[in-house]
C-alpha cells in the first residue's frame, strides 16, 4: 500500500503486531474493527456483534439443511408437526439469534 493509504478491516493488532510493521513503515494508517468499543454511541460500527448476528442466523440454516426433518412448527388443516428440538449453546449475541431464528414465530418458543 501507499504511503497516507488508509487500510480499515479486522486486523488483529494484538495477536500479531508484527505483521502490521510494514505497513506502519510505509505511513499508512490501520483502523482495526475489533478495537471500536461496544458502547451506545459506537454501535452503528460494532462489526463483531453483527458478524455474530449474521453467525447465530448462518448456523441455524446450517443446521435446518443438515436436519432429515422439518424444522419449524407447521400446523395446517392436516395436523400439526412439532418442531425440532434444538441445543444452542451460548446466549451471546449469536446464540441470541440462533434462538429467535429457529423459535416458531421468530421469538420465544421452546428450545
Do not use: C, N, W
Request: charged letters at 15%; proline letters at 6%.
Amino acid at each position: 500500500m501507499k504511503s497516507g493509504s488508509v487500510m480499515i478491516g479486522f486486523l488483529r493488532p494484538l495477536d500479531d503486531p508484527a505483521s502490521l510493521a510494514a505497513a506502519v513503515k510505509r505511513g499508512v494508517t490501520l483502523l482495526s474493527m475489533e478495537l471500536v468499543p461496544r458502547i451506545s454511541r459506537a454501535q452503528g460500527m460494532d462489526a463483531l456483534s453483527s458478524m455474530a448476528t449474521v453467525a447465530g442466523y448462518k448456523a441455524v440454516i446450517v443446521a435446518a439443511k443438515s436436519l432429515h426433518k422439518l424444522f419449524p412448527l407447521l400446523m395446517t388443516a392436516a395436523g400439526t408437526i412439532p418442531p425440532a428440538k434444538v441445543l444452542v449453546l451460548g446466549a451471546g449475541v449469536a446464540g441470541l439469534q440462533a434462538i429467535a431464528t429457529r423459535a416458531p414465530g421468530g421469538g420465544g418458543g421452546s428450545l
